[in-house]
Nanobody, 117 residues
């Protein structure tokens, strides 16, 4: 029922910052757990971050903890991923996801993030 569209990806130098947005349509995200995953060719999809319905609780993958921040604005029906201190290893396609218990039920199309050294 909900459709997700990511934006904000691009090319950034190592050490720089980027903010991804996930705009939802079709229905409110207020009833969904939201999250971000990333994937590179030949690699398994990697968990990046998740946020609960209220936004009070968040979780992060070990590789991004302390550098990335997930947030949500239910009024704007949008989820964000603030990425700081970017590393070349962060290069991937980043996917927004939604779910009733975990953010694994509905997926966006992905946005490319490339970090140069």
């Amino acid at each position: 029922q909900v459709q997700l569209v990511e934006s904000g990806g691009g090319l950034v130098q190592a050490g720089g910052s980027l903010r991804l947005s996930c705009a939802a349509s079709g229905r409110s995200i207020s009833t969904y757990v939201m999250g971000w995953f990333r994937q590179t060719p030949g690699k398994e999809r990697e968990f990046v971050a998740a946020i609960t319905l209220s936004g009070y609780s968040t979780s992060y993958g070990d590789s991004v903890k302390g550098r990335f921040t997930i947030s949500r604005d239910n009024a704007k029906n949008t989820v964000y991923l603030q990425m700081n201190s970017l590393k070349p290893e962060d290069t991937a396609v980043y996917y927004c996801a939604a779910g009733w218990r975990e953010p694994r039920d509905i997926w966006g199309q992905g946005t490319q993030v490339t970090v140069s050294s």
